[in-house]
């Protein structure tokens, strides 16, 4: 929440940098990528304890489509993985759609708009609700008490993994819990790192590729859980630090895009062309101020 206040405080530099890019896309063969991060996509967007979790389904459509008639490039994991081995040019416009969490509305709103558009997508998954037919824990009473899409509110199901996952999307573990690395000691790390992913592994029958930091921002995770990630046989790792990623990015702590519902289609647009590339500087330094009031 800290750093989307400031992101509202810095809101005529980033109409500046916004100006800037337009400029310097004249000027400038770019070579990033951006990774955009959703989590619920459904209608409890009204309650404000998830409005920095959920996308309404016609602001997603609204995304979704621009992104299909502007001729961005739609990629997943693997595909930036070989263009990284391979030293490869990045494509122009290029993004990878991201979820997290694991809410049942990913495959009921979302994958019905991606495979229209033949999109991409990694899934993250947090392996202890599947199939289970209860609400996530965190989520608020008012949101509970929504009869609105009532079923979208649910953990996915292993049926509705495995069919996102036949039509192509990946799927990336979340850990077993969702607990922050960083509160838990290494021998706990491990458990939530190996049997997640041996948990979707025996689900979808293949191999699963991809991490997703629960939190993962600055002070969530640190080297030796990086280095942890890396040894159980992942081959990247998503965080939530902000910011866009090239060939030379840490490939365990790639960067990503926040996109909430109030960013509409008019902010959305500046973020997939890169003026709020540069507020992970802001979220770094909301992190460090913390740790600072804390002492």
């Not at 706990?188 to 991809?210: A, F, H, P, R």
Request: some cysteine.
């Amino acid at each position: 929440m800290a750093y989307y206040i400031l992101c509202i405080i810095i809101w005529p530099i980033i109409l500046f940098v916004d100006l800037f890019l337009k400029i310097k896309r004249f000027l400038v063969k770019k070579n990033s990528i951006r990774i955009l991060n959703y989590h619920s996509i459904g209608s409890h967007i009204k309650d404000k304890s998830f409005i920095y979790a959920s996308v309404s389904l016609k602001v997603f459509s609204a995304q979704m489509k621009f992104l299909y008639d502007n001729n961005f490039n739609i990629i997943d994991l693997d595909d930036f993985l070989k263009i990284k081995k391979n030293k490869q040019q990045i494509p122009p416009k290029a993004i990878i759609l991201t979820f997290d969490d694991g809410y049942a509305n990913n495959y009921i709103n979302a994958f019905p708009i991606i495979s229209k558009y033949s999109f991409k997508a990694v899934i993250s998954v947090i392996t202890e609700y599947i199939d289970k037919n209860i609400p996530f824990p965190w989520l608020n009473q008012s949101v509970l008490e929504d009869e609105d899409d009532k079923n979208l509110k649910l953990p996915l199901s292993m049926k509705q993994l495995k069919t996102m996952n036949d039509y192509g999307l990946s799927i990336a573990s979340h850990t077993r819990s969702h607990r922050s690395l960083s509160q838990l000691d290494k021998q706990d790390v491990m458990k939530e790192i190996l049997e997640s992913k041996k948990n979707l592994e025996d689900i979808l029958g293949k191999k699963v590729k991809y991490f997703t930091y629960p939190y993962g921002s600055w002070g969530d995770y640190d080297k030796e859980d990086k280095r942890i990630v890396e040894s159980a046989g992942y081959e990247a790792a998503l965080s939530t630090k902000v910011g866009a990623n090239n060939i030379k990015s840490d490939i365990y702590e790639l960067r990503r895009i926040p996109i909430y519902n109030i960013d509409g289609l008019s902010k959305f647009k500046r973020k997939v062309n890169g003026a709020y590339d540069f507020t992970g500087i802001f979220q770094y330094i909301s992190f460090k101020l913390k740790k600072i009031i804390k002492r």
